[in-house]
């Protein structure tokens, strides 16, 4: 019953989100807001149905429907109660249901805001995020429908089938495979969800976009009414990429969080136009500039999260992160297709509409700097479209697949970012309109002395001397103290002015100007997210061996000891292997790791635990590779030594807190039409707000 009613609640959304696509562009047309009313309604009902759709799913799930063929694959009997609702995104057809569940959330959430002074931006938002949840309901209708239940005909064969076939009666299996071991992390619980967040949220600012175009109203407010959407979205994002990075170091076993794998980076190269989007529009704001390429970018952000989601859910790549062989991908290479065709001749038709205000006639600029942030973060985007399709292309051309390493974008991005660092602390140093290497030196002068001081450090104090790892310290350094000596310039200046003590001064400050305080954490937090990313990759080491009972291995300072070993079953079936290691530093005991090997009976697979020891100047990861019975015969363990890696995830809770600050409410009324912000002349001191 529930099967049956999930499926009829579905085919109902969708005809309403098709419904609202139509009523928009005809009240549109005929200037009716009785229509256009109608279709906001139709896009608001989608929302409630979708969630009777996805509570019937969820319930299925953790009740052991196994009559239902996607209740089979992804959950078993054995498995807890938090693990079997979140396997409404562990399998293909139920992540394509809570992806138009959270898209219908988004749109139904943007429909409801004041539409008083953008009335003529809402039919066409209605159309964009219909047509697009449209779609993701029309890929679980009629290609990977969840509700599928398993039918036996007369010979015994089971077949799948939403309805009865004749000749068949139904079936049920008396349990099912189980979730992929490699999914029941916490990591892998929260980081399709988080990812899928980013996606959606991305869906709002394209949406204005293109009812800005379609409507000829080409001034900054669609950016004004998105900002906050888009810094959310960016949020979102980032968590989801960085979860997967903590998924992948606590559960694939091969001592990193980042392998350049395809699928990570069709997620990160929508990260990639929407963080130099949200750069990118300031400059429209400020300066009423890049209008043109404000809207190339959020088209190009919007495009490549459907690809993103193509490349993930149709089978072309071989990853860890994909989905199974599906039929969906000719659908989805036709949408993006349509989309960006249709995206690109808008933009065409527009273009003489999206004339800058201003001209740029500083190379030092703030504009000029923000500009080549863009160009930075286009050419890894380059990069990595490359990397990923050529495999792709190179297999319709010859027959063979050529794979595609961390080696390539390694090198071909490592400057790159470099680059990015470090214009991430001088481009606020400069002011709008003009600036010169004068005043740039002036402002930078302190800070860079600091990080000389603490290159110096680094070099005699911890004996580094590795060229490229110096060179990126360098850069992270210099651009952590220009904006740490922001803050403390801005907030002395204000301590002095107004006789308050200089915490006080500061919170007063961010609190007048979160967006642009909240941006200074995150590039705090870019900067130490750099320097975890500069020890494990410059200096990570490992050793592996196979050591009897007593004996002892030793990597980074560190002295590891085999102890025991312990294989039993468990209650939720599961066989595990469990080693007993003591860790010692000069000479020091310091803590006991635990890594295991678990083996599935349910799915017949295996899932690696490091045993992990993590402070802040490194992590000891230690992995269980293989073992013999009899303990004086030996195991087999993989050991590496991580420097700084913590940093990384450190620099994720700042970044979040900062995206938090810089996306929350202000007093003040954030419009400002474009004749005024003309008539006002851009004048920018160090400290002083955007």
Known sequence: MFADFGFGVLIISFVLAVYAIFAAIYGYKVASQKWIESSRLAMQLTFPLISLSAFSLIYLLVTDQYHVSFVYEVTSRSMPMYLKVTSLWGGQSGSLVFWGWLMSAFATAVTLRKWDRDREFLPWVVVVSSLTLAFFLGLVLFFENPFMKFWQSFNGEVITAMFQPAGAVPFTAPDGRGLNPLLRHPGMVIHPPMLYLGFVSFVVPFAFAIAALVTGRTDDRWIRITRRWTIVAWLFLSIGLVLGGRWAYDVLGWGGYWGWDPVEIAAFMPWLTGTAFLHSVMIQEKRGMLKYWNMILIILTYSLVIFGTFLTRSGVLSSVHAFAQSAIGPSFFIFIGLTFVTSAALLIYRWADLKSEAQMTSLLSREALFLLNNLLFMSILVVCFWGVIFPLISELATGQKVTVGPPFYERATGPLFAALVLLMGIAPLSAWGHSTLKTLG????????????????????????????????????????????????????????????????????????????????????????????????????????????????????????????????????????????SVEKDGQFLTELYPRRDYFYESQQPMTIPGVRSTMADDLYVILVDWQPILSSGATFKIYHNPLVNWLWLGTLLMIFGSVVAAWPEKENDYVPARVRRDQKAVYHPGSAD
């Open 442 to 581: 002036n402002a930078m002068w302190k800070p860079l002395i600091a990080a000389v001081l603490a290159m110096l450090a680094v070099f005699f104090g911890a004996g580094i001397r590795e060229p490229y790892a110096l060179i990126g310290f360098f850069v992270a350094f210099t651009s952590g103290f220009i904006t740490l000596y922001e803050f403390w310039r801005a907030s002395r200046a204000r301590s002095r002015a107004q006789n308050e003590n200089i915490f006080l001064a500061l919170w007063r400050l961010a609190g007048r100007n979160r967006r642009r305080y909240g941006g200074y954490l995150i590039h705090i937090s870019i900067v130490f997210m750099a320097l975890g990313i500069i020890g494990i990759e410059m200096f990570q080491t490992e050793t592996q061996g196979t050591i009897a009972q007593g004996e002892t291995m030793k990597l980074g300072g560190y002295t590891v000891t085999y102890k025991d070993l312990a294989v039993f079953d468990t209650a939720d079936n599961r066989n595990v292997a469990r080693a007993v290691l």
